[in-house]
């Protein structure tokens, strides 16, 4: 069981350039949500989907995009990088999205993470 | 809109002692679920504890437990028989139930745990 996979692991971009950060589980998670980690500012909320083609802005949504196909796979794109996005980047899904999961349906779980670099 | 503050960018305890850290937040909801994780310097993500607000009773996992209040809108971590494992940087987070159509969880920005020998 693979869990939450994301790549790549590291990348390092140009200011202006594109790219996609991969995430994808294997846990059959409605819920799936990418996040931004700074220093001294925890974890932010980029979009976020509660299942397969509905996806909504978390807190820092300005500068990328999100789609959502399928139930395994939460694609996030930077379509011109810039300085300011030069983060951590986490991919996290939980079971169940709803109102009456319960407390283990709501448990987020993790992928390792992308450090990118935009110079 | 909901935030968690954790006000203690970083806390020192000596190995096997027992440390605590602080976690208030704010909502206007009353059914929510509260969370810390831990990450350690390889960056994952790992789920300490959890507890649900309607419960009363404060949730406990091996050395790890946690003092929750809710008309106070706190939620400490309290961490017995230190290790030097336990050094990594702790998240407190808040995840409404849903009932608000809400489904966001908010993170802390941190607490940065020292286990010192």
């Known amino acids: 069981n693979a869990g939450v996979t994301q790549t790549p692991k590291f990348q390092v971009l140009k200011t202006g350039q594109s790219m996609t950060l991969q995430c994808a589980q294997d846990?059959?998670?409605?819920?799936m949500s990418w996040y931004r980690q700074d220093p001294g500012m925890g974890l932010r909320l980029i979009h976020y989907?509660?299942?397969?083609?509905?996806?909504d802005q978390g807190e820092v949504p300005n500068g990328y995009n999100v789609s959502r196909s399928t139930t395994e796979d939460f694609p996030l794109r930077l379509l011109s990088a810039a300085p300011s996005q030069t983060s951590v980047y986490f991919c996290a899904s939980s079971l169940w999205s709803g109102t009456s999961g319960g407390l283990a349906k709501n448990i987020q779980y993790f992928g390792a993470g992308t450090r990118l670099s935009v110079l | 809109a909901q935030t968690v503050t954790q006000s203690q960018p970083e806390m020192s305890v000596q190995e096997a002692e027992t440390v605590t850290l602080s976690c208030t937040y704010d909502t206007s909801e009353s059914d929510y679920y509260l969370f810390w994780y831990k990450q350690p310097p390889s960056r994952q993500m790992i789920l300490v504890i959890r507890q649900e607000a309607y419960k009363q009773q404060n949730a406990t996992e091996n050395r790890f437990s946690v003092n929750f209040q809710k008309a106070a809108k706190s939620f400490s971590l309290k961490i017995s028989d230190s290790q030097l494992g336990d050094a990594a940087m702790y998240f407190c987070?808040?995840?409404?139930?849903?009932?608000?159509?809400?489904?966001?969880?908010?993170f802390g920005t941190g607490t940065r745990l020292k286990v010192l020998a």
């Open positions: 989907s509660v299942g397969a083609g509905i996806t």
């Open positions: 846990m059959n998670h409605e819920y």
């Open positions: 987070a808040y995840r409404s139930a849903g009932t608000s159509g809400t489904y966001k969880y908010i």
